[in-house]
């Protein structure tokens, strides 16, 4: 099987791993962070050309920290779309906020800046785009209506580490940006996140939250918890940073060759194919298909022959049991795609056989 995704890890991490091991600190519960910890952050913060980056234990806790950080609180209610992962409406919810969930858009799957206007009250405290499959959302027209009504903009980067939107990579856009290091993203920890912001005052904040918020052993300031990010898996991340472009480009190179041999092929105008624009630039994380009523028919048959399309995600989150008692109204865009759309692997392992394997694999599907 083709699988989804695949963590690229060669003899760089083990070695960085066996450093840690025989150095023997696997955490600091410093402010700071451990030694690992701070290269990381130092080689995200670079890369993505942001003031800090702050390592945590997750994307879920990414997400946690930055809504605390932004002093959301209960009866709070916080705009982001259902087409996501459910770790986007938990992180509000989990701080007594509620989640008010915002239509996409057919082209990009990420939040729809009209639905967004919409959907606004004067309980409205924040919102947080999600750069679905490494989509970026219109951060312009976000940015703009939140300026306007004074909302936080906080970016649920997870999916989209290395796409950029007018040239500024996401996640570096809004006031924060929160990242994954889950075993299925671009760059891997296994588990593990970051935020970042060039914010001073976000920053220390959010330095704080992920360790209890202390600054100097046992001194809590504000309301925290253990968001610390291992050694280990910071050895790995930091490892991981050193090969990020040559990863980005490997995807993008896959993903084009895909798209080529699959515009050859497929003629029927129900299924629709992922594009850039001038303005929109993917990492690639995973290249997603809108099949339309064949969707589920197309993905069993690839499955059948070895490629791991996967559904991401059915059913989108307001129409899961727990949301579901809280959300009224139709998503009309968001519930067409959960049925619509299957994603396909570009990750650096997959070879040129594999593509071609792969778009002659869909045709015959389409034709089955
Ligand atoms: C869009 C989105 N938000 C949040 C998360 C949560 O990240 P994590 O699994 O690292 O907690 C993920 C990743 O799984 C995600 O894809």
């Given amino acids: 099987m083709i699988p989804i995704n695949k963590p690229q890890i060669d003899e760089d991490e083990r070695q960085e791993i066996l450093n840690v091991l025989d150095e023997g600190i696997l955490t600091s519960a410093a402010y700071s962070g451990g030694k690992r910890v701070q290269d990381f952050e130092k080689l995200l913060a670079e890369f993505l050309h942001v003031k800090h980056a702050i390592a945590v234990n997750s994307g879920t806790a990414a997400l946690h920290a930055s809504i605390l950080a932004a002093g959301i609180r209960e009866n709070d209610e916080v705009l982001i779309p259902s087409f996501t992962f459910v770790a986007t409406a938990n ?131 504000i309301v925290g918890f253990n968001m610390r990010l291992p050694e280990i898996s910071a050895a790995i991340a930091k490892t991981q940073m050193k090969k990020i472009q040559s990863m980005l480009d490997k995807r993008a190179t896959n993903a084009n060759k895909l798209g080529q041999l699959l515009s050859d092929k497929i003629r029927d105008k129900n299924i629709v194919l992922p594009h850039e624009n001038q303005r929109a630039k993917y990492n690639w994380y995973l290249y997603t298909m809108a099949f339309n009523e064949s969707r589920d028919k197309v993905k069993k048959f690839l499955n059948e022959h070895g490629i791991g399309a996967t559904v991401y995600y059915d059913p989108p989150v307001h129409q899961t049991p727990y949301y579901s008692k809280f959300h009224k109204g139709e998503l009309e865009i968001t519930e067409w795609a959960s049925k619509s759309v299957l994603s396909l692997p570009v990750h650096p392992s997959v070879t040129g056989n594999d593509l071609d394997m792969m778009a002659s694999t869909v045709e015959k599907a389409i034709k089955s």
């Fill in 91 to 221: 992180s509000v919810a989990c701080t007594g906020a509620k989640p008010v969930f915002v239509d996409i858009e057919k082209d990009t799957y990420c939040m729809n800046p009209q639905d967004l206007q919409r959907k606004i009250t004067d309980k409205t405290r924040a919102i947080i785009p999600v750069h679905l499959y490494g989509h970026p959302a219109k951060m312009d027209e976000i940015l703009e209506f939140a300026n306007k009504k004074s909302l936080m903009v906080i970016e649920d980067a997870c999916q989209s580490l290395g796409s950029t939107y007018d040239g500024k990579q996401t996640g570096t856009i809004g006031q924060m940006g929160c990242f994954s290091m889950y075993a299925s993203k671009v760059l891997t920890s296994g588990e593990g996140g970051a935020i970042t912001t060039n914010s001073d005052e976000f920053a220390e904040k959010l330095r704080m939250i992920r360790n209890h918020g202390m600054v100097n052993g046992y001194d809590t300031r």
